[in-house]
């Protein structure tokens, strides 16, 4: 594209009737500036107690239904050390915001587990400039933290106790400190429309992120949206699609969320632009514990799921890295 469209222009074009045309040009787009190799990350969440209050998610603070877990540091080192040995050349330490975990805590982590050769992505939500830039200095690479929605009241509606002009000053607080910066946001939140699906992808684009996770919502059922119909798989697509020829170089990863709602829609959004995908290797322990919507989950095994996901970007005809 020779100059970012308007949110107006985005908006019509997500409500097109025959999308074929713009989902063989976000494959073109992809094969072109990311090639077709699909990066593997391997997602280790470490702690599910969260001080915040989003209303979509099974893990905030008010749902007492949660059985809440945390991974002693050393269980957390030993984990991605499997992942790292399994192949894996990233992992992703996600947490719920939790005090327990100070950033001197977190640092050592990264620092124990940096001894591999690992990238680290941090998911750990929204810290002081000061923080973020101390986890720089411990080995930390990347920074994920969904913007979840670009629009201002139902970000209001849906975090009680947070503000979006705090979540983009961090967002842009991590691209000023070198983190390769991922955001991404929900498709089918209440209040949506698809000028806000627009907005959202221009926000992205604004911030100059390297990374987006776009993912239908789901509804959890402890959770005050738990009647709230869940997005469309349809959409999330077509967000992809346009994110990535908006930004022919971001990563884009097939969402959990997406293949949870309909797993061959994941496999067919890697022809819609998308070039990443995520593995969980949290132990079998925790991992079902960590439930931000519901999902059913089997049971990991490292190694093998690795070599499975392998087989099955090759069947897509892409390179497994
Ligand atoms: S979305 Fe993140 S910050 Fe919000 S309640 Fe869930 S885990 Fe906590």
Known sequence: MDRAP???ELASLLKMEDFSSVYAEADRVRKVNVSDVVYIRSILEFSNHCRRQCRYCGLNC????????????????STARQAWDA??????????????YTPQLLGEIVREIKKTGIKITLSCGEMSFEDYSYLKECGADRYLLKQETADPEIYR?????????????????????????????MIGLPGQSLETIAADILLIYEIGCDMAGIGPFIPHPDTPLKNSPHGSTELTKRAVALTRILMPEINLPATTALGVLDA?????????????????????AYKKLYEIYPADLGETDIYKERRELEEMIHRLGRIPV
């Open 87 to 100: 192949g894996y050349k990233t992992v992703v330490l996600q947490s719920g915001e939790d005090p327990f």
């Open 157 to 185: 509606a849906l975090h009680p106790d947070s503000q979006l002009e705090e979540r983009i000053s961090c967002l842009k607080n991590l691209k000023k400190l070198g983190y390769e910066t991922g955001s991404g946001f």
């Open 62 to 77: 008010t749902n007492r239904k949660a059985k809440r877990f945390r991974m002693k540091p050393e269980e957390i080192v």
């Open 6 to 8: 308007g949110r107006r």
């Open 264 to 284: 061959e829609e994941k496999n067919s959004v890697f022809s819609c632009g998308a070039n990443v995908v995520m593995r969980k290797v949290t132990p079998d």
